[in-house]
């Protein structure tokens, strides 16, 4: 038995490499950046072909940086940017068209027309999701029309897949055409309650079911690495969306458990165990993930404009350099003045739903300077993200007992601490913040025998930074009505257009 795990961790600007030994520590990590194609407004595209070399490369470039023997691997695991869809040939794995990215908007007007034609409800409960263009079944609806494809498509010529089943078949000796339950959850082509395509949504985008790969669990032997990459055969045994696998990687094992993560945008996930919840407050229900053929489920929520809004400080306001300065100046000052900034720059999400909102600063006062608008910017992070929290604590009747933190903006301590208080609850950041990568090693990992169970793998996560909240409940109480005041005030500010 081998001695490493291998994440393949396939995002949307990079692909990384992450090689843990069996502490789930990591030991060497390589990551290769690809473009990112903008062919028109609201269009985002990626080249299947650089997604593949990238992924290969940063897995060839993480071996041999190690100096480890690829004999010594004993399972690899992939996670992936979620949504993005492909279509190929089945027999040559010639692309049709380029990879249509999650934040492609393009399909916009199909969702509308589901929605006209009375497929919101159906939608709701049987995918888990909300009607809307990120999720991949319009993307893979508009490839066919576009490309004249439905009758090859028919005839089982084509492969549809989200970016784990394009790495799948193209690194797996006998090209296997499959999926996971994760992925499969966010086409809004999948029944979450049955694990089975859903037919309604198949002839509502006149989707062949020849195309559609088979749904497997998450964590599970699905092959070997063809041995022409590495030299040698290594069972590949996990695949997951990225949210998913973080929530696996934070060991978020038992329901009520949350995990945050703090990038460009915020994805906050709750484990709801094998029921499915059903959210009041424009939440999405997902498969967390799937073992032994059992889901456990999960509440799903995003911010927007987490950690970009810092950038935002940094590249349009100029008013810091790094990010990291944010914490800095936050610091020099002992409160945000009651000034509140509401990034709503693209409209906002759960639970307001307001796409008609954009970005505001209220509170100002002739004494307002610089550090209060830095501080409000980091503050609204942990505000949205509280707001999220506190929909998934109305959906569940249950308050959280601890928020395990990752991505980019954990590294702020500001942040983090703020969060804390402003949720009442304990904040806890990992020892490995890789926690994509790492989710999608310890399935793999326990595919394989490495690991005997979750418990242990519950065993191996470790903590590295722990804040309890020190607000007290009267100005908690104030710094929130304030945040949901600003909120009001940032709501209805665009025209719809007619
Ligand atoms: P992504 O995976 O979405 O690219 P990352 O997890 O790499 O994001 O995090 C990058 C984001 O985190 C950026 O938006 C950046 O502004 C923010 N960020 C990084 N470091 C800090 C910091 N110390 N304080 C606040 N924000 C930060």
Known sequence: MGKYIVALDQGTTSSRAVLFDEQARIVAIKSYEFE?????????????????????????????????????????????????????????????????????????????????????????????????????????????????????????????????????????????????????????????????????????????????????????????????????????????????????????????????????????????????????????TTIAWRIGGKCTYALEGSVFIGGAAIQWLRDEMHLITRASESEVVANSIPDNGGVYLVPSFTGLGAPYWDMYSRGTIVGLTRGTGQAHIVRAALESIAFQSADLVAAMAQDCGAQPMELRVDGGASANQFLMQFQADILNCRVIRPAVIETTALGAALMAGLAVGVYKDMDEIARIWAKDLELDPQMTERQREQELAGWHKAVKRSMNWVEPEI
């Open 36 to 284: 990112q194609i903008y062919p028109q407004p609201g269009w985002v595209e990626h080249d299947p072909q650089a997604i593949l070399n990238t992924q290969v490369d940063s897995l060839k470039e993480v071996v041999k940086m190690s100096g480890i023997n690829p004999a010594d691997i004993a399972a690899i695991g992939i996670t992936n940017q979620r949504e993005t869809t492909l279509v190929w040939d089945r027999k040559t794995g010639m692309p049709m068209y380029n990879a249509i990215v999650w934040q492609c908007r393009r399909t916009a007007p199909i969702v509308k027309q589901l929605c006209e034609d009375g497929y919101e409800e159906h939608i709701r409960k049987v995918t888990g999701l909300i009607p809307d263009a990120y999720f991949s079944g319009t993307k893979l609806k508009w490839i066919l029309d576009h490309q004249n494809l439905h009758e090859r498509a028919k005839a089982g010529e084509l492969c549809f897949g989200t970016v784990d089943s394009y790495l799948a078949w193209n690194l797996i000796k006998g090209r296997p055409h499959v999926t996971d339950a994760t992925n499969a959850a966010r086409t809004m082509l999948f029944n979450i309650h049955t694990n089975e395509w859903d037919d309604v949504m198949l002839k509502a985008l006149d989707i062949p079911r020849e195309i559609l790969p088979k749904v497997l669990d998450s964590s599970g032997v699905i092959g070997m690495l063809d041995p022409t990459i590495l030299g040698c055969e290594i069972p590949v045994a996990a695949l997951a969306g990225d949210q998913h696998s973080a929530l696996f990687g934070q060991g978020c094992f038992a329901p009520g458990m949350m995990k945050n993560t703090y990038g460009t945008g915020c994805f906050l996930l709750m484990n709801t165990g094998d029921e499915p919840a059903t959210s009041e407050h424009g939440l999405v």
